[in-house]
């Protein structure tokens, strides 16, 4: 279990940064889904993008991972308006099909999303974590 658990915290974290890199080379489509009641879109899709970056880094470093998957629970949740944004107001995006039944199963994932990162709240056995951290530059008497 441990194996796939970590397997996977790659996947979210590789997944996670990927799509916060996105925020910054093409926001606009971020900007479209945007709320029209929220300010400044483009510099939340920005906040939003660098805070995706930090999260996903942030589950690789053993010592912040919980805080971390915290942090992507608040973040999952923060962007949700503009997911239902996008389904109720049928913004129409390049590559993503404006159909009821892919926002049915768009709107829903976000709760998979959260559930997905709130697995890494619990506490892990950080030497068996996965890690961007080479376990060589640990010191074996660190406490985490």
């Known amino acids: 279990m441990d194996k796939q658990k970590e397997l996977f915290r ?11 890199v996105s925020h910054f ?12 009641q929220l300010p400044a879109p483009l510099e939340l899709v920005y906040i939003s993008g660098f805070f995706e970056i930090l999260g996903g880094i942030g589950l690789l470093v053993p ?3 919980q805080a971390a998957a915290w942090g992507l629970i ?3 949740i923060a962007v949700y308006p503009a997911n239902i944004n996008m389904a109720v107001n049928h913004i129409k995006l390049e590559y993503i099909p ?10 829903p994932f976000q709760a998979v999303l959260i559930a997905w990162a709130w697995w ?4 892990s056995d ?3 974590q996965a890690s961007i951290i080479p376990k060589s530059l640990i010191p074996k008497n660190l406490k985490w």
Do not use: C, E
């Open 10 to 20: 790659v996947i979210l974290a590789i997944s996670i940064i990927l799509v916060g």
């Open 25 to 36: 080379i093409i926001p606009a489509p971020y900007v479209k889904i945007m709320p029209p």
């Open 63 to 65: 010592p912040v991972s």
């Open 74 to 76: 608040a973040l999952f």
């Open 98 to 107: 404006d159909s009821p039944w892919v926002h049915a199963v768009r709107l």
């Open 120 to 123: 890494y709240t619990k506490p």
């Open 126 to 128: 950080r030497t068996k």
